[in-house]
Nanobody
């Protein structure tokens, strides 16, 4: 059973930075494609960034240049470094892992990922 546990959320002022972490345990194939999603109240869950088993990354347009997704395979940990945070980045952030070894297409569809963490709240004040 795959388990994902996020941490690192918090409250910051606009322009600040946060690094989210997601520790994974369980089935290794679920680590081939891992992603960060976020969901603000009243809005749909949206993809923030995805990383594949080779370290290739893709970002949502809203996060390009402000976020970096990375992973440490030895620690089974996924990271999301976010800089220049804006109030509109306020949301619950979720770590997700795809069960299938095939690439998610499109990557930002949340229902293509089988495993989810409980989320970590990010609040950015102006």
């Amino acid at each position: 059973q795959v388990q994902l546990v996020e941490s690192g959320g918090g409250s910051v002022q606009a322009g600040g930075s946060l690094r989210l972490s997601c520790t994974k345990s369980g089935y290794t194939h679920s680590g081939r494609y891992m992603a960060w999603f976020r969901q603000a109240p009243g809005k749909e869950r949206e993809g923030v960034a995805v990383i594949d088993m080779n370290g290739a990354t893709t970002y949502a347009d809203s996060m390009k240049g402000r976020a970096a997704i990375s992973k440490d395979n030895a620690k089974n940990t996924l990271y999301l470094q976010m800089n220049s945070l804006k109030p509109e980045d306020t949301a619950m952030y979720y770590c997700a892992a795809r069960a299938s070894p095939d690439p998610p297409s499109p990557w930002h569809l949340w229902n293509l990922y089988a495993y989810w963490g409980q989320g970590t709240q990010v609040t950015v004040s102006s």
